[in-house]
């Protein structure tokens, strides 16, 4: 049954995560992840280079601490399928991040 509701770790690497970004973590926001070959792109260099190293998990998955916006269309956290929303967290399996809504990653899908 899926966890509900932030914890305490949760809220405590979210602040990490959001004081890496504001003190200008450079990520790779740029390409998005536009294709199927794209994702599995990224989905690999997560896999081969980002395990328990969370730097490379918000470099390579070009998170950003703002909304993102893409041929008219905004990308945050909130509205993407990954996102847990009583939980305000990330589930693809290479990232598994606790989030902020308005934040956005390369990897965002409807």
Not at 51 to 78: M, S
């Amino acid at each position: 049954m899926p966890q509900t509701g932030s914890t305490p770790g949760d809220d405590a690497l979210r602040k990490t995560i959001a004081e890496k970004l504001a003190g200008g973590l450079q990520t790779e926001a740029f390409p998005r992840a536009e294709t199927s070959e794209m994702v599995n792109e990224i989905v690999g260099r997560l896999r081969a280079e980002a395990v328990g190293d969370l730097d490379k998990k918000l470099i390579i998955g070009g998170f950003t601490d703002h909304t993102i916006e893409i041929d008219d269309i905004e990308q945050p956290c909130e509205t993407c399928m990954y996102y847990l929303v009583h939980r305000k967290f990330c589930e693809l399996p290479e990232l598994m991040l606790p989030v902020e809504p308005e934040w956005s990653c390369r990897l965002w899908r409807i």
